[in-house]
């Protein structure tokens, strides 16, 4: 079939379904002689070369999306990533991250790669990331996938989908769902490396440790006095950095389990989940 013979409707039907440009979907369907199943496998065949080109390239902006189930039962956050701030602020892309977050949400897979090997209108992510980048010109990935199950979940996106947070709560009643979503706030904002001191990874203890005794050296303290020095500063540090204990951002009277009682005395939260760009 010669070029003359591929009409406007069959180039713009190529395009709805597959997203490519239209002298992409164009060139497709001369290619493929005006086969439009083969024009769609040619033009994820260009998408998947394209894909493992920009491979090496940083992904760094993106779209956050975090969402709960009708029960508030469980969450999932997920980060679609992308190369430029252009590409991340566009309607189209953040509708595609959202769908692939409902994706998640519907189908609540394990990790990361099997979330991968999900479908979106028929086709695995994989192939669908990859008929992405060829459309967009970017290196797009499913970057981050976190979930959360717990009696209730709150969620927050932070402004421009820079940041999602999934916030877990002890107790299963929807009156706490607004202290769950101020939780999640906290956690966006002050960016807690652990819910309590006793879940700090020991490596980030022993290098705080290190650090405190470094800058107490330096100080002129004597050798004997520097662990008892690095270990008071090691409490200020779970107490800046770990979710529980952080002043809460909205009443600087209060920690956030301060917070959380004044709602019931036995409200806490037990984990949380924070997906962020760069």
Same mark, same amino acid.
């Given at each position: 079939?010669?070029?003359? /013979?591929?009409? =406007?409707?069959?180039? %713009?039907? #190529?395009?709805?379904? @597959?997203?490519? $440009?239209?002298?992409?979907?164009?060139?497709?369907?001369?290619?493929?002689?005006?086969?439009?199943?083969?024009?769609?496998?040619?033009?994820? #065949?260009? $998408?998947?070369?394209?894909?493992?080109?920009?491979?090496?390239?940083?992904?760094? !902006? $993106?779209?956050?999306? =975090?969402?709960?189930? !009708?029960?508030?039962?469980?969450?999932?956050?997920?980060?679609?990533?992308?190369?430029?701030?252009?590409?991340? %602020?566009?309607?189209?892309?953040?509708?595609?991250?959202?769908?692939?977050? /409902?994706?998640?949400? /519907? /189908?609540?897979?394990? @990790?990361?790669?099997? #979330?991968? %090997?999900?479908?979106?209108?028929?086709?695995?992510?994989?192939?669908?990331?990859?008929?992405?980048?060829?459309?967009?010109?970017?290196?797009?990935?499913?970057?981050?996938?976190?979930?959360m199950e717990a009696p209730l979940v709150a969620s927050y996106i932070h402004m421009g989908n820079k940041a999602g947070v999934l916030v877990g709560l002890n107790l299963a009643d929807d009156k706490y769902t607004e202290a769950g979503r101020d939780v999640a706030m906290q956690v966006a904002a002050m960016k807690p490396v652990a819910l309590d001191k006793d879940d700090v990874p020991q490596e980030i203890i022993s290098k705080e440790i290190e650090i405190g005794k470094e800058i107490a050296r330096q100080e002129g303290k004597s050798e004997d006095m520097l662990e008892k020095i690095a270990l008071g500063k090691l409490n200020r540090f779970f107490k800046d950095n770990t979710l529980l204990n952080q002043i809460f951002v909205k009443d600087g009277k209060l920690s956030v389990a301060e917070y959380l009682k004044t709602k019931n005395p036995e409200l806490t939260a037990i984990g949380f989940k924070h997906i962020k760009l760069g």
């Open positions: 079939m010669s070029e003359v /013979n591929i009409s =406007a409707s069959a180039v %713009k039907d #190529l395009r709805d379904q @597959t997203g490519a $440009g239209m002298m992409d979907c164009k060139k497709a369907l001369v290619e493929a002689a005006g086969d439009f199943d083969k024009a769609i496998e040619l033009l994820r #065949l260009r $998408g998947q070369k394209m894909s493992e080109k920009r491979a090496d390239r940083d992904a760094k !902006e $993106g779209v956050v999306i =975090a969402l709960v189930s !009708e029960d508030a039962k469980r969450g999932i956050v997920v980060r679609v990533s992308c190369e430029t701030d252009f590409v991340s %602020k566009n309607e189209d892309f953040v509708s595609f991250t959202k769908e692939i977050a /409902n994706i998640a949400l /519907n /189908n609540y897979p394990a @990790t990361l790669e099997d #979330l991968y %090997k999900l479908t979106l209108n028929g086709v695995d992510l994989q192939t669908v990331m990859a008929e992405q980048v060829a459309r967009i010109g970017e290196k797009i990935e499913i970057a981050d996938y976190q979930t």
